[in-house]
């Protein structure tokens, strides 16, 4: 089995500051990638960032950048700098590379950028 | 590159009614899914494709939920009859994975806009 928790339903941060979302998965394979996903309130999912489970370095794209410490399963998302075009649902997801590789997402974290 | 397209983008029904979504994939993309998100939720898996064989309906209701892929490419997801509680929105996806390749943009979802169902 695989889930993804996200402990953190809401949070607010001041524009320009850093922020960091929580994710925590379990899954007792050694094969598995982990995502990161925006939806604002249009509704679209945008994806940021991707981790492989056998990747050495921290993923990272552009103010986004993926805390994995594998030992804790964990998976946090860091958003240096927000914006206030960062405000939107941020869902944390895994897909394990062994049977029906299916993406399973966690129940999200609303973030809210206030100027 | 063009996206993966979904239709209708809203759609307003009376329980019992049926209603069907309609999903084209990026070009290329082996495997295409269908979520179904209530709102304030995460996006629950219905059901999965690879090329055109189903690889997981776990959480399909079968009873009156049903899905094709046909030649492998676009892709209809049919629900009949409905009830209040499959207001929704369906959401479809799809990427370019065929393997277990963990480090490349292969395994990255690409979604569309969603169709968003309401019944009444």
């Known amino acids: 089995a695989q889930k993804i928790t996200q402990t953190q339903p809401g949070m607010f941060v001041q524009e320009k500051e850093a922020v960091t979302l929580d994710c925590t998965y379990d899954t007792s394979d050694p094969s598995y990638g982990l995502f990161w996903y925006k939806q604002p309130s249009s509704g679209e999912m945008i994806f940021l960032i991707y981790q492989g489970s056998y990747d050495q370095q921290n993923a990272t794209e552009g103010r986004y950048s993926l805390n994995f410490q594998k030992a804790r399963k964990s998976a946090n998302l860091v958003i240096s700098a927000s914006q206030l075009g960062d405000s939107a649902m941020y869902f944390c997801a895994m897909i394990r590379f062994q049977g029906a590789q299916k993406l399973v997402f966690g129940q999200g974290t609303r973030l809210t950028i206030n100027p | 590159e063009a996206g993966v397209a979904q239709s209708p983008r809203y759609k307003i029904i009376e329980k019992r009614q049926s209603v069907a979504f309609w999903c084209n994939p990026i070009?290329?993309?082996?495997?295409l899914y269908w979520y179904q998100q209530i709102l304030g939720q995460g996006p629950k898996l219905l059901i999965q494709?690879?090329?055109?064989?189903?690889?997981?309906d776990s959480q399909l209701p079968k009873d009156r939920f049903s899905a094709e892929r046909l030649k492998g490419v676009d892709s209809t997801l049919k629900i009949q009859p409905a009830k209040l509680e499959d207001s929704a929105v369906y959401l479809c996806?799809?990427?370019?994975?065929?393997?277990?390749?963990?480090?490349?943009?292969?395994?990255?979802?690409?979604f569309g806009a969603g169709s968003r169902l309401t019944v009444l």
């Open positions: 070009s290329g993309h082996a495997t």
């Open positions: 996806a799809s990427s370019l994975r065929t393997g277990g390749d963990l480090s490349s943009g292969a395994n990255v979802l690409t």
């Open positions: 494709f690879q090329n055109n064989g189903v690889v997981d």
